[in-house]
Every structure is written in structure tokens, then in C-alpha cells.
């Protein structure tokens, strides 16, 4: 019997496997979250010397290695630098161990790491339990961790890198060249055109009625590769999800916490949950909504 096999024959061994691997997808996550920004940081200042009036990710203090990128240097506590053994970066046990203490320094290493970890394995998990043990599972997989990198990032830094979102398309319309997704090619190709050019559309059309900016270039790019995964069908369904969180969440910051309005809210975090879940319950929710019209008239 092959591994293969075990896991196409018990879904136990699938599911464990699968959250020991995916608490250590989030550990690496947790890495392109923390370091490609200053990685794209590095390069636009190194390409642009006008940048270099504006505050830097890395402070002057704290020169970054010359080689720095998500592999290299090993991670390190960054209070004291003191380099993280492999022991320390065991996923989530590692944290509780530690009690969220550098082992050296004791300065306190921030929940998100462990949160992050454990958010990908069991959004993992319910992937793996709603496609089975599948193709289509291992591609959904790769969207689900790049959707929980860009929302952090996006989050953090107001920005959704192209590092992630052009993969990311180009790979959503190949998957369904080669059939692993079950949509036709024709579908996502003007998914992936529409999903740019109606954000693009609301954008200029913002611009044009208030002199702002509403969102960035990046979410047209997510958007596009979100069109790219399911096709021009569910993109109603990722816009409306994610307008709608986005205004409520955006009205309840401005209200509670008096955020002020023209601060841009990333708008990233929305569509790429909006769209995680029209991945996996997009078709369900056409259908009752198409259920609920048809009973309606
Ligand atoms: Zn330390």
C-alpha cells in the first residue's frame, strides 16, 4: 500500500497529515508575511531615489544583511537577534511552550505568529474536507494559503504584491486548461478580464466623482485572479460579499473607534475572503439565491 493510497482509503490519516503539514505551510507563511514587504521596500528604494525622503520598513538602526530574501537569513528574534533554533520554530508548540517568549531575551513574540499557523491548517482542513482527496483539493490549497498571505500583508502594509497575485492568475486559467477545476476555459478567461476591468471601472469612476483613491491597482489584480479560479459567474457573488463586509465593517470603525474616513481601509482582506468562500460554496449560493428568485416570481 502506498501513502497514496492510505490517504484515498482513510480520510483520518489524510486530515493529520494534512494539519501537521499545513501548521508548517503557516509557519512559512507567517515568513513571506513578515519579510516580502521589506523585500519590495528594499527594491523600490534601491530603484528610486525619491522614495528615500519617505520612512523606511527597516529603521536605519537595524541594517538588513545583504542577502535577504524568504529563505535566507534564518529567522531571528527581532529584539535581540538572537537566531530562532529549529526546536523554537515548531509551529503553535513552540509558542505555548515559550509562553510567547523569546527563549533569550524574553521579549514577547506576538500571538499572530501562532494564529496565523493554526488559521491555515484549519482553513486547510476544511478544504481538504469539502474536495476530498483530490487534485482539485491540493489546487484549492495553494489559493487558500496565498489568500491568507495577501490579506495580512494587504492588512499591514496597504498592499497586495504582484509576487503573489500574477502567479496566482496565470495559474488559476492553466488549472482550468488542464481540467483540474471543473470550469471552462472560455469562463475564467473573461473572468479573470472582468474582474480587472470592473474594479478598474469603479476606481476611475471614484476618482472621477471624489478626487480619491477608493482601492489600489492590487485588488483589480486579485480580482482578476479570483475571476481566473472560478469563472465570470461568481464574481457577482465575491463583489457583493465583500462590498458589503467591507462597508459594515468600514461604517462600525468610523462609529465605534471614530476612525477617520479618509484613511483607506484595505480592501484586499474582504475580496480574498469573499472569495475564499465563493470557492468553496459559490455554487451553492447562486442556487439558492436562483431557489429563492424562481420561488419569489
Ligand atoms: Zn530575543
Redesign the pocket.
Known sequence: MTILDLFSTSPAWFITTLVIFTLLIGSFLNVVIYRLPIMLDRDWRMQSQELLATPSLTSADKPLPPKYNIMVPRSA?P??G?QITALQNIPLISWLLLKGK?A??K?RISIRYPIIEACTALLSVIVALKFGFTLHTAAVLILTWCLIALSVIDFDHQILPDQITLPLLWLGLLLSVFKVLPISTSDVIVGAALGYLSLWLVYHLFKLATGKEGMGYGDFKLLAALGAWMGWKLLSVIILFSALTGAIVGIALIVLRGRDRNIPIPFGPYLAAAGWIAMLWGNDITDAYLRMIHVAS
Open positions: 528574534c529584539h535581540c538572537k523569546c533569550n531575551c521579549a
